[in-house]
């Protein structure tokens, strides 16, 4: 089992910055994929960001604006969110699974097998 929680939602304006936390605790070890999805109201869950090992992967929309970071210590990933746009507003979740998959693969919702509650961030203009 793998317990994950969020942290470090909020409110901001458009061009502000915000981190966002995700602790795991079980089986998760340095090669478990760790990755974060949003979904905005009335929209469907989407893919936002996933980090194994060396690898890291972003959707189109947040590249070269969103980092995502992970402490193996700590056992904790981060998602620095930078130039925060108004599409940005949603709530965001943490999400693991335990094994390894191919990087193709970790955009798909369905290979996670653990979620966090989730976080909102509000983007104002």
């Known amino acids: 089992q793998v317990q994950l929680v969020e942290s470090g939602g909020g409110l901001v304006q458009v061009g502000d910055f915000l981190r966002l936390s995700c602790a795991a605790s079980g089986r998760i070890d340095r090669n478990s994929i760790l990755g974060w999805f949003r979904q905005a109201p009335g929209k469907e869950r989407e893919f936002v960001a996933a980090a194994s090992g060396g690898n890291r992967v972003y959707a189109d929309s947040v590249k070269g604006r969103f980092t995502i970071s992970r402490d193996n210590a700590l056992n904790t990933i981060y998602l620095q969110m930078n130039s925060l746009k108004l599409e940005d507003t949603a709530v965001y979740y943490c999400?693991?699974?335990?094994?390894?998959?191919?990087?193709?693969?970790?955009?798909?919702?369905?290979?996670?097998?653990?979620w966090g509650q989730g976080t909102q961030v509000t983007v104002g203009s």
């Open positions: 999400a693991a699974r335990s094994n390894r998959i191919i990087v193709g693969a970790w955009s798909r919702q369905n290979v996670y097998d653990y």
